[in-house]
Nanobody, 124 residues
Framework: VQLQASGGGLVQAGGSLRLSCAAS????????MGWFRQPPGKERVFVAA????????SYADSVKGRFTISRDNAKSTVYLQMNSLNSEDTAVYYC??????????????????WGQGTKVTVSS
């Protein structure tokens, strides 16, 4: 499985961005998919996940109500809609795939495949 993240860029505080993660190599229809982020000088942390069975979702408290994860299985693509962005959202964002599609996990070690990251910079 290869994952290609895109959609990052520079945005003003209060603005919005939509990140995309396109999968190729094999179908990820039944995989759980996650987004993680790594702020400058900090460790990578969980942002959001969507399972591969029912479309259930999970969010970090810091983004709940502002970010929305979704998937389009026909396009093998997962999205992260980010609204009301602030400077604390500045980070490199990574998408990841967990073959155990029935679960929603925040544990990075349980995601087998990773994209290359896309940088989001929020200016205040």
């Amino acid at each position: 499985v290869q994952l290609q993240a895109s959609g990052g860029g520079l945005v003003q505080a209060g603005g919005s961005l939509r990140l995309s993660c396109a999968a190729s190599g094999r179908t990820v229809r039944n995989y759980a998919m996650g987004w993680f982020r790594q702020p400058p000088g900090k460790e990578r942390v969980f942002v959001a996940a969507i399972d591969g069975r029912y479309g259930s979702t999970s969010y970090a408290d810091s983004v709940k109500g502002r970010f929305t994860i979704s998937r389009d299985n026909a396009k093998s693509t997962v999205y992260l809609q980010m609204n009301s962005l602030n400077s604390e959202d500045t980070a490199v964002y990574y998408c990841a795939a967990d073959p155990a599609g029935w679960r929603l996990t925040r544990n990075q070690d349980e995601y087998h495949y990773w994209g290359q990251g896309t940088k989001v910079t929020v200016s205040s």
